[in-house]
């Protein structure tokens, strides 16, 4: 079974940094997109940032500056370096993944999984 599992949350004071990271798990035979999201209490959850295969990112408007994502694609891991936080970015982030899974069969399908979440808590 395939999975992705979060790390590196925690308590930060306002300006400071925290880097998350997420490891894929199982018997993958490939990883597309993997990003990271996020859902503050009482809100909706709200895209951070994606990275492709292929090393294309892309952000939310809210954390372009400060925010970088980036994968090792041969740890299958992607991380989050979150600089200049802000109370405003107390979540949950959530790590998301699209793999290709290989069965014991030989045959494969695509999935979208998710983490179970990494708290981030900035204070003012």
């Known amino acids: 079974q395939v999975q992705v599992v979060e790390s590196g949350g925690g308590l930060v004071q306002a300006g400071g940094s925290l880097r998350l990271s997420c490891a894929a798990s199982?018997?993958?035979?490939?990883?597309?997109?993997m990003g990271w999201y996020r859902q503050a209490p009482g809100k909706q959850r709200e895209l951070v940032a994606t990275?492709?295969?292929?090393?294309?990112?892309n952000y939310a408007d809210s954390v372009k500056g400060r925010f970088t994502i980036s994968r090792d694609n041969a740890k299958r891991t992607v991380y989050l370096l979150m600089n200049s936080l802000k109370p405003e970015d107390t979540s949950v982030y959530y790590c998301?993944?699209?793999?290709?899974?290989?069965?014991?069969?030989?045959?494969?399908?695509?999935?979208?999984?998710w983490g179970q979440g990494t708290l981030v808590t900035v204070s003012s």
């Open positions: 199982g018997s993958i035979l490939g990883i597309n997109a």
């Open positions: 990275i492709t295969s292929g090393g294309s990112t």
């Open positions: 998301n993944a699209e793999m290709i899974e290989l069965n014991s069969k030989g045959s494969s399908r695509l999935l979208e999984v």
